[in-house]
């Protein structure tokens, strides 16, 4: 072991020898023992390693009596003293044991063999303290330091330390809390109830068992401010096992719980508009049927769907169309009791929960309230938007008895307020629901019939009005189904632009076409050009003039001799966009067409800006040309305008001769319909290129 070091300060030389001598030959090891004759000498040696114990005289050639100790006591706190004395200075060693001495030694007394041991054992004593001091203030600085609360208590419940959190969470000062009772510096009470709880530290030194704190426990601080906290109360046992007292560590709970209700509300509700979402409406809508149930009520479920918002998410963006849908959620809650329910199911769809003892009544008022109030005008970024809305309603209990099917059934008659035009309500009944299954099975069997390639091309020519040549043919697309046949297109095609399967539809029909074309022209038919329907989808989505450059490379078929179709809705959605994609289109090389022209809002300004060859006028314009409704006036003025621009004029729906001679003498240069052909396979349609015209397009002299 190592040995201790003693500094000996003293100027009697014999004391000095004789203690050295002692220390020399300890029976449990020697003692280093270094020996200076003053208080100078003494400061000059505590510059130097390490002393275990000093001895040291009152009277020095530099310093007398207690002075002597206590300024060494000054310079060495932490260093064990004992004073050497004579019997007449007893008195001093007594008075230095009661300012700090560890002890003293007398006089007289030096060679006793019990002097090693006592030294040896004040040495230890003192590491021990010192061990136990670092210990301790290693607990202080943690206690201190950590974040959570801790309080300690006696036996008898009363407060016997507290960290500075602690302090900061019961406004209590550890001073001031000293030897209360707990309760009354950790006051506790339920936060459900309200009610004063029971202080666990009770419980803790009355059972010796770790508890924790009750789930709904809050802390009232001394000036009344309240925090929910958690944690546990722990007894504290001495060494025979008896409870001294007991530990409460606790931290406020406040922002997990505040954290914890946020998610629960996110989860219920659209992050958009803060509207309850189809979780918390379907727990509302199951609540309100069990209530209708037991009290003979009704209720109503409506079922919103903006009408056309898919055009100003295109054109305006889609920031722009999300402050239009916090608009209409805004109007919509100001539309409905606080009893009611609105919610956003997702995208465009709303959905709003009526309790009613009248049935008819208020959902009518419902819905005629939100009709007006959604149809104003709403003023966004200074920019002025209208927006209309398509609402179904089914009632409880008499379409439906959960929540499902009510808002399904809802769904339903929100699709037939759309067939109705738009901007209108309608109830649901029997028929719709089988019209909804309908439409179900056939979206499933579109997808089927995409897959397995049932989808053909049907081609109705287009005719030089002049010679009567045919002069192309506009592919038309016809479902040819395993079991029904001949599926039109008016029988799938809205299903398909809803679901958008209209992409997948548009790239079949792109390359039957341009395949076809090829194999025409490969035959000889050089002039003949083949027009294609573009959907809105298809030229917003992404990779459409990619897809077409692909087509065109696959099929050989020159882009001059293909011929796009696309409404002008299609085109005014976003002017800037839909002229950056013709432009496009235009170097691929491909001809453009507007059809079903005269039904859209575009205007001349913007119709001379698109790249476009070609206008086709709408055959509701045509059809009509003999009544005296001013159609024959617009059908002659589109001819005019269209000549005048350089475009090439094609009239839809050419079904009677009368038709004929009046685009004919308004030198209208093609036309297309029944009169002179139906769409037909290509087959038929290349027996039709075979005879040059076609019926009904003689020209008239």
């Given at each position: ?53 000093i ?27 004992m ?10 060693a007594?008075?230095?044991?009661q ?100 202080n ?5 030194i009355?059972h ?9 426990s ?9 925090s929910?906290i ?19 560590t ?16 996110l ?155 738009k ?15 309908e ?52 029988s ?34 050089q ?7 573009v ?32 409404t ?6 976003n ?11 235009k ?103 075979g ?11």
């Amino acid at each position: 072991m190592t040995a201790n070091t003693v500094l000996i300060v003293t100027d009697d030389f014999a004391d000095a020898k004789l203690l050295k001598e002692t220390l020399a030959s300890a029976r449990d090891g020697p003692f280093i023992a270094e020996w200076v004759r003053d208080l100078s000498g003494l400061v000059s040696r505590l510059d130097h390693p390490r002393i275990d114990i000093i001895l040291i005289d009152f009277f020095l050639p530099d310093s007398q009596g207690l002075e002597t100790f206590d300024v060494l006591f000054k310079l060495v706190p932490t260093i064990p003293i004992m004073t050497l004395c004579s019997e007449a200075n007893e008195h001093l060693a007594i008075e230095a044991v009661q300012r700090g001495a560890q002890g003293f030694l007398s006089k007289g007394h030096f060679q006793s063999s019990l002097v090693p041991q006592a030294l040896r054992s004040i040495i230890h004593r003192k590491k021990v303290e010192e061990a136990l001091f670092v210990e301790r203030e290693r607990s202080r600085v943690t206690l201190e330091s950590i974040g959570d609360g801790v309080l300690s208590t006696d036996v008898a419940g009363n407060v016997t330390y507290m960290n500075a959190e602690a302090e900061r969470m019961t406004g209590w000062s550890r001073g001031e809390a000293q030897g209360r009772p707990v309760a009354q510096v950790f006051h506790l009470i339920d936060g459900e109830s309200r009610q004063l709880a029971r202080n666990p530290v009770e419980m803790v030194i009355l059972h010796g068992k770790t508890l924790a704190l009750h789930a709904n426990s809050v802390l009232v601080r001394r000036d009344g401010y309240e925090s929910p906290i958690e944690d546990s109360v722990a007894p504290i046992f001495d060494r025979n096992g008896d409870i001294t007292g007991s530990v409460v560590t606790f931290h406020d709970v406040s922002e997990a719980k505040a954290m914890v209700q946020k998610m629960a509300h996110l989860a219920q509700h659209d992050y958009l508009t803060n509207l309850p979402n189809r979780l918390l409406l379907n727990d509302r809508l199951t609540q309100a049927i069990s209530y209708a149930k037991r009290h003979a009520t009704q209720l109503a479920v409506l079922f919103l769907d903006l009408d056309n918002f898919k055009h100003i998410n295109d054109s305006l963006g889609h920031a722009m169309g999300d402050k239009l849908l916090e608009s209409v959620a805004r109007r919509l809650v100001s539309q409905v009791r606080h009893s009611d329910t609105v919610s956003r199911l997702g995208g465009d769809e709303f959905v709003i929960l009526v309790l009613e003892d009248v049935l008819a009544e208020h959902s009518t008022i419902t819905a005629e309230k939100i009709l007006h109030a959604l149809a104003a005008p709403h003023y966004l970024a200074a920019t002025e938007l209208h927006i209309t809305t398509s609402i179904g309603i089914s009632t409880f209990p008499a379409d439906g008895d959960d929540a499902d099917t009510l808002i399904k059934n809802a769904d339903a008659a929100m699709y037939h307020a759309k067939k109705k035009g738009k901007n209108n309500y309608q109830f649901f009944n029997s028929p719709m629901n089988a019209l909804a299954v309908e439409r179900q099975a056939i979206e499933v069997e579109l997808r089927r019939a995409i897959a397995k390639n049932e989808l053909l091309v049907y081609y109705q020519p287009k005719v030089n009005l002049v010679s009567g040549m045919v002069t192309g043919a506009e592919a038309l697309v016809r479902w040819i189904h395993p079991d029904k046949g001949m599926v039109l297109p008016e029988s799938f095609i809205p299903i398909a632009e809803d679901s958008g399967l209209i992409v997948a539809i548009g790239k079949t029909v792109l390359l039957q076409a341009c395949r076809q074309a090829k194999a025409w022209r490969d035959q000889g038919m050089q002039s003949l050009i083949i027009s294609v329907n573009v959907s809105a989808l298809e030229f917003r989505s992404r990779g459409f003039v990619e897809n077409l450059r692909n087509v065109l490379a696959e099929t050989g078929l020159d882009a001059r001799f293909l011929q796009l179709e696309l409404t002008e809705s299609v085109l005014m959605r976003n002017v800037e966009s839909s002229s950056a994609v013709l432009h496009e289109l235009k170097q691929v090389g491909v001809q453009l067409a507007i059809d079903d022209f005269g039904t859209g809002y575009s205007s001349l300004s913007y119709l001379s800006q698109f790249p476009i060859d070609v206008l086709k006028i709408d055959q509701s314009f045509v059809q009509s040309i003999s009544s005296n409704d001013g159609n024959s006036v617009i059908v002659n003025a589109v001819i005019s305008m269209g000549t005048n621009l350089g475009q090439r004029v094609v009239a839809e729906g050419v079904e009677t001769q009368a038709q004929l001679a009046f685009l004919h003498a308004n030198h209208c240069s093609e036309g297309q319909g029944y009169l002179f052909s139906a769409p037909v396979s290509a087959d038929d349609f290349t027996q039709l290129l075979g005879r040059g015209t076609v019926g009904g397009s003689v020209p008239l002299q």
